[in-house]
């Protein structure tokens, strides 16, 4: 799921992260999901074994508010409308609560493979 990112970068150095931060927001605000009530992590594809563990994971709460803002998104959609400005999800609303999880699941299975790979030697 996680490729090469440029925002690492962009962190570490104040006065880009002040330059790119404006960009992102309107990048964020232009993409659209928003409008629809959905939040950045609802938008990662379910297909990966990684992203399917990591479903699991989530507490009932907030997997009974993924499901409702993907059927209500799904809703508007078919009805071509938008949610009410009331209803949309705001900025500050738009957190990260499924990909803390895939990191951890991805860390996890690397530990493992690397464990598993790992040769013992006797002298």
């Known amino acids: 799921m996680s490729g090469p990112s440029f925002a690492p970068y ?4 104040p006065w880009l992260k002040r330059w790119m931060m404006p960009l992102a927001n309107w990048y964020a605000d232009a993409a659209g999901y928003r ?8 938008l990662i594809p379910e297909e990966n074994d990684t992203v399917q563990l990591a479903l699991k994971r989530l507490p009932p709460k907030e997997a009974y ?12 959609s078919i009805s071509h ?12 609303d738009d ?19 690397d464990l598993e790979s790992m040769k013992v030697q006797r002298k």
């Open 10 to 13: 962009v962190l570490r150095r």
């Open 35 to 42: 409008r629809l009530g959905l939040r950045a992590d609802d």
């Open 65 to 76: 508010d993924r499901i409702f803002r993907l059927r209500r998104a799904f809703q508007c």
């Open 81 to 92: 409308q938008l949610l009410p400005r009331e209803e949309q999800t705001k900025p500050e």
């Open 95 to 113: 957190y990260e609560y499924l990909t803390p999880i895939i990191k951890e699941i991805e860390a996890a299975a690397k530990e493992r493979a």
